[in-house]
């Protein structure tokens, strides 16, 4: 359940959109005061104990950014200016009431590109000061919109492609990474099978040269033996043969 805080937020933020999207006069302050009052409002909603989640919170802070953005735009001098910051405002992606079958900061944000695109319309063709022959410096203005509206666009191509090209570097690298990685594994398991087979192999051999170092062993015992017999019992047949001299 939404806190007091929360409920008085959205029920100031909904009258700011409906302001927003009626026509209002140079001397209009409120709107500007009541967007000020939703920055506090939102910065108390982020402390509060019982906040909104994370999600929510960020649709609001997208909403007030839009509202902020839009009366900085209103104030530019030129409606080219105008034109080109309405362009780079976020609006809102779900509705602020039940009862908004479209978000209204997306209303609000076609209203006013429409709204200045009207006036940039107007100051070109000379609409305002009734001319129906485009003054050179007027031309001019066209000129230079339509570099700057060129350049934008350049801007926006060059930097999908400088994304695109960043994208695809990291895939590459990514994909090439695996493949070393999947190569060291390889690389790996073959050492520790052939470490195995190895071991193998040379416990096999222990074992073999301690057997024949086993029977080494007993072949020279018994022919020790049967040495030290056969001397033993040629000295007895020695002694029984040829007997002391007196």
């Known amino acids: 359940m939404a806190s007091r805080l929360e409920i008085n937020f959205i029920r100031l933020l909904s009258r700011c959109e409906t302001m927003a999207s009626e026509k209002r006069g140079e ?5 500007e005061k009541y967007v000020a009052a939703l920055v ?3 910065v108390a909603l982020r402390k509060s104990p019982s906040k909104p ?3 929510i919170l960020t649709e609001y802070t997208r909403k007030v950014d839009f509202l902020k953005g839009l009366l900085e735009a209103e104030k530019l001098a030129s409606p080219t200016e105008k034109a080109l910051a309405n362009q780079f405002l976020a609006p809102g992606r779900t509705p602020t009431i039940a009862n908004e079958r479209m978000p209204a900061t997306k209303t609000v944000h076609i209203q006013s590109k429409a709204r200045f695109t009207g006036e940039m319309r107007d100051e070109l063709l000379g609409t305002r000061t009734s001319v129906k022959v485009l003054p050179l410096d007027e031309r001019q203005s066209a000129a230079e919109l339509d570099a700057v509206m060129q350049h934008h666009h350049n801007l926006q191509e060059k930097l999908a ?3 695109l090209n960043l994208a695809r570097n990291l ?5 090439a990474a695996q493949n ?3 190569q060291d594994n390889q690389t790996l398991s073959q050492s520790m099978r052939q470490a195995d087979l190895n071991f193998e192999k040379l416990k096999t051999e222990s074992e073999r040269l301690e057997q024949h170092t086993k029977k080494s062993v007993n072949w020279l015992l018994w022919l020790m033996l049967i040495l030290v017999s056969f001397t033993f019992i040629s ?3 020695f002694i029984r043969i040829f ?3 007196r």
């Not at 001397?27 to 709107?31: D, G, I, K």
């Open 27 to 31: 001397t209009e302050w409120r709107l």
């Open 40 to 42: 506090d409002m939102l």
């Open 53 to 55: 989640t994370q999600e």
């Open 161 to 163: 492609e400088d994304m």
């Open 171 to 175: 895939k590459n690298n990514t994909l």
């Open 180 to 182: 070393i990685i999947k």
């Open 235 to 237: 000295m007895i047949l």
């Open 243 to 245: 007997p002391r001299l």
